[in-house]
């Protein structure tokens, strides 16, 4: 799986000429630890605060609170450290 994901983002940049490729993640998310071992590297956490609406809560950033329950986390792709 990894190889195959890191041909793919390797095409992203040799054919499509992407030059960063990254993930957003919310931090109680079980993918993160995937993309971790697919070599994405942890580049900042922003702090996501509750907000409620009828029937619904949606998380957003909010850079504003000190601690959160849960964060946005940005990840990059190393392709240095590919297979």
Known sequence: MKRALHTLLA?????LGLVELGVR??????????HRKADYRE??????G??????IINW?????LETAKLYL???RWQADKQE
């Open 73 to 75: 986390v940005y990840t």
């Open 25 to 34: 993640v919310r931090s109680d998310n079980t993918t993160l630890q995937f």
């Open 60 to 64: 957003v950033e909010d850079e504003s």
């Open 43 to 48: 580049i900042r956490r922003g702090p996501l």
């Open 11 to 15: 095409l992203g940049r040799s054919r």
């Open 50 to 55: 509750p907000v409620e609406e009828p029937g």
